[in-house]
């Protein structure tokens, strides 16, 4: 079974400063690894997927993300925070054989104020 | 293309009632999924769809049932309305891996 841990429900960081979010797994085969984001009242929106190939993902809006397989690690940061980063961040693994391999195991999400 | 979209956006029901969800994506995506996303819980599976004319039980399926007439519609049915179903629930669509969502329906049970 695979699970997504993300820890710090909240995070508050100052305008211009790091965002680090951060996100492990467990997966019993090679995982393939999502960062969403959802804005107040609204649906997820995809950040950034790891599939194979390169660890370092970059996504949208600046966020990019890095796969760790020794530490089971998928964490994502982005260098300088914008007031309009406020929004709640997601985690999901889902496997990468078998016959599940459509669905997502989500974390319990984590959310990012930005502080003027 | 509208991606996925939700019907209705808001409802309030009594405890007993009934209702549908409608959920339809125009992207022609063979896998469908029901959510609901609680506070502090993220957002949990109730059902999904591989295809027109399958569905099957995801994590917290009970209370709920679905269904997928066409390819481009997934329904999700509460026949009889608890308090513990008030969640705001979201649709997805994917075709491998990369799901796509919907805006959500917030629902309140009374």
């Known amino acids: 079974a695979q699970s997504v841990t993300q820890l710090g429900s909240h995070v508050s960081v100052s305008e211009g400063a790091l965002v680090l979010l951060r996100c492990n797994y467990s997966?019993?085969?090679?995982?393939?690894l999502f960062w969403y984001v959802q804005y107040p009242n609204q649906g997820l929106q995809l950040l950034l997927k790891?599939?194979?190939?390169?660890?370092l993902v970059k996504g949208i809006n600046g966020f990019e993300a890095e796969f760790k397989k020794s530490e089971t690690s998928f964490h994502l940061t982005k260098p300088s925070a914008h007031m309009s980063d406020a929004a709640e961040y997601f985690c999901?693994?889902?496997?990468?054989?078998?016959?599940?391999?459509?669905?997502?195991?989500f974390g319990k999400g984590t959310l990012l104020t930005v502080n003027p | 293309n509208a991606g996925v979209t939700q019907t209705p956006k808001f409802r309030v029901l009594k405890t007993g009632q009934s209702m549908t969800l409608l959920c339809a994506q125009d992207?022609?995506?063979?896998?469908m999924y029901w959510y609901r996303q609680d506070p502090g819980m993220g957002l949990r599976l109730i059902h999904y769809?591989?295809?027109?004319?399958?569905?099957a039980k995801g994590e917290v399926p009970d209370g709920y049932n679905v269904s997928r007439l066409k390819k481009q519609n997934f329904l999700l049915g509460l026949e009889s309305a608890a308090p513990s179903q008030t969640s705001v629930y979201f649709c997805?669509?994917?075709?491998?891996?990369?799901?796509?969502f919907g805006p959500g329906t917030r629902l309140t049970v009374t």
């Open positions: 997805a669509s994917s075709t491998l891996r990369e799901q796509y």
């Open positions: 790891y599939t194979t190939g390169a660890t």
């Open positions: 769809s591989v295809g027109e004319g399958t569905t």
């Open positions: 992207m022609n995506h063979e896998y």
């Open positions: 999901a693994v889902s496997s990468n054989s078998g016959g599940s391999n459509y669905k997502l195991t």
């Open positions: 997966s019993s085969v090679p995982p393939y």
